[in-house]
């Protein structure tokens, strides 16, 4: 029997992206840069008969608007949509390739948990929460085997999930892949030349919005030159007159969201230089913030303990006590207020430091690389737990460095005194 054979045009970069084995895959690119047609023909080729495939969107408006439109005409050219095999109220097709398709709205991740699938194309992702990504990769398991994930967006800035997740990932199951609007060989030129100057009066809107470059926008408070070339690889020696000071904001108070960070910030003033590191998660109850608030002083030693002192957190304070004084451990900790100041007001204590270039960040440290774009981010980010648990630290370093505080006590369940 003949073999039909098709012909299907992309340009360079979206070949790459469709050609990738990768288990997890990205498509990141300027608006126009073809990524959600580079989706929908790579969901089309990987498509096998009697398997399961779910295209997912950040709403059921943008899926009604745009992906479910992008696939059909795709799919159409494929010669696999079937008009009659769709089930509006299911939003489910069977193609006249064998293959079934579900057509999901990520707004409300726990409904996309149940089916089973062979692949996945998430659609514009920048607008979609990190846990739908999350629940989506848990359905790679049809047939017994691990299955695909794509995902095609426009990126956002440096401290947005995709960034951390797919884009700059050190994880050896994901790629990804950048294209600007100008690569799209398909599109007349006039139309990114038209862009160029409708965004001239915004460089850095150009650079991610056509360009497609993770970038802050205009309005963060410091600039990024600040932050370039300030690495370092191992902590220096502190030598006399160091000081290392842990602090933690556990985003368990009064102004505390879902998504924010429990934050660690260890701080080591030597040299005039202030040397940074984090251990930053988003999934740590009160009961692992107290463990590893122990751990972490056990393993760093910090010459002070600062925790941020708001609704509540003298029971976490007791906690960290209860557990080191059940493994034998003097850790004093110093409980710290918030002077009664607004956040954003108290990171900006920062400045100073930053645009004299005195801070440096642990290189190959997750959680210091997060720091470092929330820094970047302030205040347009999406979280500033790094910055205002190094803030405490940054206080304590004040107060000890001119004579205000003195080295605590160690104390059992037993609480220091506040410093406001």
């Known amino acids: 029997m003949a073999t039909e054979t098709m012909e299907v045009k992309v340009y360079p970069k979206q070949a790459s992206f469709i050609a990738s084995t990768k288990a997890i895959r990205g498509f990141v690119g300027g608006i126009g840069s073809g990524k959600s047609r580079a989706g929908a023909i790579d969901l089309c080729l990987k498509s096998q008969p009697h398997s399961l495939y779910m295209v997912a969107a950040p709403s059921y408006k943008m899926l009604d608007r745009a992906t479910f439109r992008t696939f059909v005409e795709v799919a159409t050219q494929f010669g696999i949509w079937d008009d009659n095999a769709y089930r509006v109220q299911e939003r489910r097709a069977v193609g006249r390739n064998g293959a079934e398709y579900l057509f999901c709205s990520c707004d409300d991740p726990n409904s996309l948990r149940g089916p089973n699938a062979s692949g996945v194309w998430m659609d514009e ?12 990769q848990g359905r790679l398991r049809e047939h017994g085997k691990r299955g695909w994930l794509s995902a095609t967006f426009t990126p956002g800035s440096p401290d947005h999930w995709t960034s951390n997740d797919i884009i700059n990932t050190s994880n050896p199951d994901v790629e990804c892949f950048h294209a600007s609007l100008k690569e799209n060989t398909f599109l007349d030129p006039a139309f990114y030349e038209g862009l160029l100057r409708s965004y001239a009066a915004s460089p850095l809107r150009i650079k991610r919005e056509l360009e497609g ?5 205009e309005g963060a408070e410091w600039l ?7 690495d370092f690889d191992e902590w220096p020696d502190p030598g006399r007159g160091g000081i290392k000071v842990l602090s933690l904001d556990s985003s368990k108070g009064k102004g505390g969201k879902t998504g924010d960070y429990s934050a660690f910030v260890k701080t080591l003033w030597v040299n ?6 984090a251990d930053m998660r988003n999934d740590r109850d009160a009961n692992v913030i107290s463990s590893t608030g122990v751990e972490l002083y ?3 030693q910090p010459h002070y303990f600062v925790v941020e002192e708001e609704m509540g957190q003298d029971l976490l304070i007791a906690d960290m006590h209860r557990i080191a004084d059940e493994r034998g451990i003097l850790m004093p ?3 710290m207020g918030t002077d009664k100041i607004n956040k954003e007001v108290r990171i900006r204590r920062w400045t100073p430091y930053i645009s004299r270039r005195q801070l440096r960040f642990k290189s190959n440290s997750p959680g210091a690389k997060l720091l470092k774009e929330q820094f970047r981010s302030f205040p347009l980010g999406e979280h500033d737990d790094g910055p205002d648990a190094g803030e405490y630290g940054l206080r304590m370093l004040v107060k000890a460095t001119t004579g205000q505080v003195y080295a605590p006590r160690a104390c059992g369940l037993t609480q220091m005194g506040s410093i406001t």
């Open 213 to 217: 470059q993770c970038v802050f926008l």
């Open 333 to 335: 900790i110093t409980p």
């Open 224 to 230: 990024a030159e600040y932050f370039e070339n300030c």
């Open 272 to 277: 005039d230089l202030l040397y940074l590191d």
């Open 298 to 300: 056990c393993a760093w």
């Open 125 to 136: 992702v920048q607008d979609a929460k990190q846990e739908a990504f999350t629940i989506l």
